[in-house]
């Protein structure tokens, strides 16, 4: 008894709710992250910012984010099997190399004056091509860094959590960078940020885990791929919402320059703010999963979490002051970051580890592939109803998601529940 709840006290404290942090690849890792990170929020309000200002168009501000996240639709299938086959630690020291480049290269083009719209589209899709590849590996790659099941889940919470700590920095400073010396520093500073997780990559100790030979085309291990994840009611459920998320919800994101400036009557730094609200409230929903133990009773979560960010959205419709809008960010990137981490987690709990990729890119699919399609729609519409209008009505779709998500829970809780007694998260007792 005694035993008993001295781990109970250990896993109400800090330290478990840091656990995964013991793993020195991981605590590497997560470092090397944080830093660059930061620069890749700088950049991503940057180039909304750089977009939005060298157009005056909602819609062009839609084809960029378009321009990032469309090769993740086209690729990501593909980079799944080649995480399943390819060196996952090597492949992930190759990709952040080259997303340096681009920022640099992005940086070049803005303080030498030599940039138009269509440069930024060119380096977005090669950025979005990277981030196919980049996604499905680093999500893959968690499980080769931690060693232990039992701190798969909360790595890949405390993974949300440096995210969305980035987020809360990154963008606030972007805002204060660009009003003070413009958007190339943010730029040059993204590049410089990846030396961080580039050098945490080289000093690994990574054990390389022998992989079978691959007798069998990419062709038929990607059909194996979707004959798994869409065979599976949990898979197949968890990735469909995820995506009505990314299309109808996520764009939300391309029209926060507009809701600054013209609704708010605000210029970069009110951008920067309104991004930073959103980092706060993801960061509280990381450290909320991070406190979980495991997966189990994540899907009711899953369906409370996506329920809250659609009912945020709505709200953020009417919002004209800058401090309700900011606490309503605030509720909508703890619902936002609840519902992606969560599903994340689930993924990685249930799926097989020779299929880890492969189900990773069909995350990644879903989670990127379908924001530039819900980025150009959301551009369109705003031009021919209004920015308010469209929030609400991106609002409504992802709660109307959550409800039918809702309805199939006790059919996935059925198929769930025996791969838990599998993986020893839950008794196997009746």
């Not at 899709?125 to 980049?134: H, K, R, S, T, V």
């Not at 706060?280 to 329920?307: E, T």
């Amino acid at each position: 008894m005694e035993r008993v709840n001295s781990d109970l006290d250990d896993q109400k404290g800090w330290r478990f709710i840091f656990r995964a942090l013991s793993h020195r690849n991981y605590r590497l890792f997560f470092g090397g992250q944080s830093i660059s990170l930061i620069g890749t929020w700088m950049q991503q309000i940057a180039v909304s910012w750089l977009a939005y200002r060298l157009t005056d168009s909602a819609v062009w501000l839609g084809v960029v984010g378009f321009s990032t996240r469309i090769p993740a639709l086209v690729l990501a299938p593909f980079a799944g099997v080649l995480a399943d086959r390819w060196n996952r630690h090597r492949t992930l020291v190759v990709t952040q190399t080259l997303s340096m480049i681009q920022a640099l290269i992005l940086a070049a083009l803005v303080l030498t004056g030599w940039v138009t719209i269509w440069e930024v589209i060119v380096l977005s899709l090669f950025l979005g091509a990277i981030n196919a590849l980049d996604v499905p590996v680093r999500q893959s790659f968690i499980v080769d860094m931690v060693e232990s099941g039992e701190d798969l889940s909360n790595a890949i919470a405390l993974n949300s959590t440096m995210v969305n700590g980035a987020r809360l920095i990154g963008p606030s400073v972007a805002g204060v960078l660009i009003a003070a010396v413009g958007e190339g520093m943010c730029f040059l500073l993204n590049g410089l940020s990846f030396i961080a997780v580039i050098a945490a990559l080289l000093a690994m100790r990574v054990r390389h885990k022998e992989k079978p030979a691959q007798d069998q085309r990419i062709w038929r291990e990607l059909k194996e791929g979707f004959s798994y994840a869409f065979g599976s009611l949990p898979i197949r459920a968890l990735i469909l919402l995820l995506a009505v998320i990314s299309l109808m919800g996520m764009p939300y994101v391309v029209l926060m320059p507009i809701f600054a400036g013209k609704i708010l009557h605000g210029g970069p730094r009110t951008l920067g703010f309104l991004m930073g609200a959103t980092g706060i409230g993801a960061l509280f929903g990381a450290l909320y999963l991070a406190s979980r133990k495991n997966a189990v009773g994540l899907m009711k979560v899953v369906v409370f979490a996506s329920g809250i960010f659609g009912a945020g959205l709505i709200i953020l419709s009417f919002s004209r002051h800058l401090y309700f809008a900011l606490f309503i960010l605030v509720v909508i990137g703890f619902g936002m970051i609840i519902e992606m981490a969560a599903t994340n987690t689930l993924l990685q709990t249930i799926v097989d580890e020779d299929k880890r990729g492969r189900i990773m890119s069909f995350y990644a699919m879903a989670f990127m592939g379908m924001v530039p399609f819900g980025s150009l729609l959301a551009g369109s519409l705003a031009d021919a109803i209004g920015t308010p209008e469209t929030i609400m009505l991106c609002g409504i779709c992802c709660i109307l998601g959550s409800l039918v998500f809702a309805l199939k829970l006790p059919a996935i809780r059925k198929v769930s529940q025996p791969i838990y007694r599998e993986k020893g998260l839950i008794s196997n007792q009746p």
